[in-house]
C-alpha cells in the first residue's frame, strides 16, 4: 500500500486527501486574517511580486491554482484586462466560495472552478499563465499537478510556483521555533484550530527545497527553470517556462 506524507505523518493518498481537506474546511473563514498575522502582511508583498514577474499583458489567459481567497485571481486580472481572463480554481469548496465572494465584493467576475491540480478539466494549450500560490504543498502527488500545468499551457507561456521553501541556514532555529510555537497559538486564538497551523509548520518541511523543485519541473517539462528566494528563502518563486 503506497503512502504520502501528511505533515510528519505518512498516510495514504486516500487518508491526505480527506485531512487536507479537513484543514481548510476548518480554517477556510479565517485563512485571510491568519496570513496577515502570521507573515505580518509579508504574504501580499510576496504575492504582488509573483504577479509582476510574471510579465502579464492585456488579453492574456490565466489560471490560478489552489487560488483559495482570491488574492493572486485579483491581481491578475487587473492585469489582463477586460479582453483576458482569469480562472480560479481550487479543489477545497469552503476556499473556493470565499475567493469568489471577495472577488465579487471587488466587482471582478472570475470564474470559479473546483478541481484537482493532479487532474486539470481544461484542454490542452489553453493557458498563457499557470500559477499556483502556497498550495503545491498540499498535493499529494507534485509530479502529476506540474505535468497538468505544463500541459494546459500555450507554447510561450510559464508556471509560476509560489511556496514556502527553505530558509537561509542562520536563520533556521529561530524560524523552527516561531513555526512549530507561535503558529499554532495563533491558530489556536484566533482560528480556534491548532493542529491545522502546527500540519502548516510540517508540510512546509516536507515540501522539496528550491533545487529539488526545479529539478521536478524539468522533469515535467518545463524550460529554463530559474527560482527567486524572498524574504531569505522563507518564500521562493519558482518560474518554468514552455517553449
Same mark, same amino acid.
Given at each position: ?80 484586462? !477586460? ?27 472570475? !470564474? ?28 499529494? =502527488? ?27 541556514? !542562520?536563520?533556521?532555529?529561530? =524560524? ?7 503558529? !499554532? ?11 491545522? =497551523?502546527? =500540519? ?44
Amino acid at each position: 500500500m503506497s503512502t504520502t506524507d501528511f505533515g510528519y505523518q505518512e498516510v495514504s493518498p486516500e487518508e491526505k486527501g480527506r485531512r487536507v481537506r479537513g484543514v481548510f474546511d476548518s480554517v477556510a473563514s479565517r485563512y485571510d486574517l491568519m496570513n496577515d498575522l502570521m507573515s505580518a502582511g509579508m504574504h501580499r508583498w510576496w504575492k504582488r511580486y509573483a504577479c509582476g514577474v510574471a510579465h502579464l499583458r492585456q488579453g492574456d489567459r490565466v489560471l490560478d491554482l489552489a487560488g483559495g481567497t482570491g488574492d493572486m485571481a485579483r491581481l491578475f486580472a487587473r492585469e489582463v484586462g !477586460p479582453t483576458g481572463a482569469v480562472v480560479l480554481s481550487d479543489i477545497n469548496g469552503a476556499m473556493l466560495a470565499q475567493g469568489r465572494d471577495k472577488l465579487l465584493d471587488a466587482g471582478l467576475h472570475v !470564474p470559479a472552478v473546483q478541481c484537482d491540480a493532479e487532474s486539470l478539466p481544461f484542454p490542452g494549450a489553453t493557458f498563457d499563465r499557470v500559477t499556483i500560490a502556497f498550495g503545491l504543498r498540499n498535493v499529494t =502527488y507534485k509530479e502529476r499537478a506540474l505535468r497538468e500545468m505544463r500541459r494546459v499551457l500555450r507554447p510561450g507561456g510559464a508556471a509560476l510556483v509560489l511556496e514556502f521553501s527553505r530558509v537561509w541556514e !542562520p536563520l533556521a532555529p529561530l =524560524y523552527d521555533w516561531y513555526s512549530f510555537n507561535v503558529l !499554532p497559538l495563533l491558530g489556536r486564538l484566533v482560528a480556534g484550530d491548532a493542529d491545522s =497551523y502546527r =500540519y502548516l509548520a510540517e508540510s512546509i518541511r516536507r515540501h522539496p527545497d528550491q533545487p529539488t523543485l526545479s529539478s521536478m519541473m524539468e522533469q515535467a517539462g518545463f524550460e529554463a527553470v530559474e527560482y527567486h528566494n524572498l524574504s531569505a528563502g522563507v518564500v521562493a518563486l519558482h518560474i518554468g517556462r514552455v517553449y
